[in-house]
């Protein structure tokens, strides 16, 4: 499956960001697929942010971004969504979104996950 990650950008701390996951390809029809994403600060590994499993009724927040983030899916499932408000200079990385086959969205490990986008930058000025 193929993920096209896009929505980054620069703004203030405060501001508010939507990142989209678009995924693609025959498999994508084939599989459950969970939803994922990771983000990675210069110099950081890479961690997980939220996750979402395939009907869209479980979801998963890292602690950080608890209250500030929302995962969603759109109707079509192909394409995953990550509201982000009161966003912080803490929260400038690189995020990518991740697709797993076995609707693993309880998982937050970045190896859990088979299919990966490119990333879009988010950069928070103080």
């Known amino acids: 499956v193929q993920l096209q990650a896009s929505g980054g950008g620069l703004v203030q701390a405060g501001g508010s960001l939507r990142l989209s996951c678009a995924a693609s390809?025959?498999?994508?029809?084939?599989?459950?697929?969970?939803m994922a994403w990771f983000r990675q600060a210069p110099g950081k590994e890479r961690e997980f942010v939220a996750s979402?499993?395939?009907?869209?009724?479980?979801?998963y927040y890292a602690d950080s971004v608890k209250d500030r983030f929302t995962i969603s899916r759109g109707s079509a499932k192909n394409t995953v969504y990550l509201r982000m408000n009161g966003l912080k200079p803490v929260d400038t990385a690189v995020y990518s979104c991740?697709?797993?086959?076995?609707?693993?969205?309880?998982?937050?490990?970045?190896?859990?996950?088979?299919?990966w986008g490119q990333g879009t930058q988010v950069t928070v000025s103080s």
């Open positions: 991740a697709a797993d086959r076995e609707n693993r969205a309880y998982s937050r490990s970045d190896s859990t996950y088979q299919d």
């Open positions: 390809g025959r498999i994508f029809d084939t599989y459950a697929y969970a």
């Open positions: 979402m499993n395939w009907r869209g009724d479980r979801t």
